[in-house]
């Protein structure tokens, strides 16, 4: 599933300079990002349930 996001300007050097130096893609980091992220939040909000 492809999808679009904006980020900030400085969040995106950050993201290009990560990518860059590790020679990873940044959709790669992308995906970690948001993997990791969803675990913190289904962690946090589903177990108020």
């Known amino acids: 599933m492809a999808t679009s996001i904006r980020l900030d300007s400085a969040i995106e050097q950050r993201l290009d300079n990560l990518a860059a130096q ?10 970690e990002l948001v993997t990791d992220g969803l675990e913190d939040l289904e962690d946090l909000y589903l177990a108020e349930q």
Request: aromatic letters at 20%; a positive charge.
């Open 22 to 31: 590790t020679g990873r893609t940044k959709a790669y980091y992308l995906r």
